[in-house]
Every structure is written in structure tokens, then in C-alpha cells.
């Protein structure tokens, strides 16, 4: 599968629960690592997204948020995955922010310059990565 998204993840769906107009779909996507993504009914049938089925999602780097010392804070973005800063290229504009997970997967974030200069971000920093449900796109075989 090619996609212009940089963050794709594949995994198994651990959980289904049924909304008015959108599901809440859990991927297991590394041991003790879940996403979870909200779709619709029809694409949630469509794409046969029950427990047990293999779905790749999909989050633009753009979407994702980096948060370094939450200080005690508590956030609303479903998907929060700790990690530790692989790299960070800065750019005219934004900066491109690799994040490395426990067992060795990625997630990139393209934040400001002012924000990763704000972050002081440098190589080997804990980071959470978050980004909200209605961000990660999933997808199946056909």
C-alpha cells in the first residue's frame, strides 16, 4: 500500500464499539501499544472492521502532537504513545520530529520551528506523541 501519510502503523483489532453515527475502532498495534480511531457505521461495515481483523492506520504527521513534561496534565487525544526523540530536521518553517517507540516503531510529527525550539528538543528527550481518534484513517486489504 503507498500512502503520502507518514505514519502508518499495522495492526489487529482488539475492540468495536457501536456509536449513533460513528464506531470506535481499537488497533493493537505493538504488545501493549493501541490507536484508536472513530469511523463511520458504513465504513466500519465496509472495510469489515471487527475484532480480530488486520487494519493499517494511517495519521499524518501534521496531526500529531508532542508533549514533553505534561506536568501532571491530563489530555483528551485518545492516542498518546511515549517515546524517545530519534531526530528532528529543522526546516524554513516547521520541523520534522522522528519519534521512537518501545519496540523499535516510528511516529513522526512536523510541529513549528518556534515549537521545537520552545520544546528544546534534542535527541534521546522522553516524548508523548497524541494525536485524537478522528486523525488515524484505517484501512484493510481488498
Partial sequence: MKSSARNQFAG???????????DEIELEIAPGQRLVSTVTRESRQALKLEVGAKAVALVKASSVMLVGDSAGMRFSARNQ?????????????????????????????IITNASASGMALRQGDDVTAMFKASSVFLATQA
Avoid: F, H, Q, Y
Avoid at 504513545?81 to 516510528?106: C, Q, Y
Fill in 12 to 22: 489487529v483489532v482488539t475492540g468495536v464499539r457501536d456509536g449513533a453515527i460513528n
Fill in 81 to 109: 504513545l511515549a517515546g524517545k526523540v530519534e531526530a528532528v530536521t529543522t526546516g524554513a518553517v516547521n520541523s520534522e520530529v522522528l519519534v521512537r517507540l518501545p519496540g523499535g516503531a516510528m511516529v513522526v510529527a
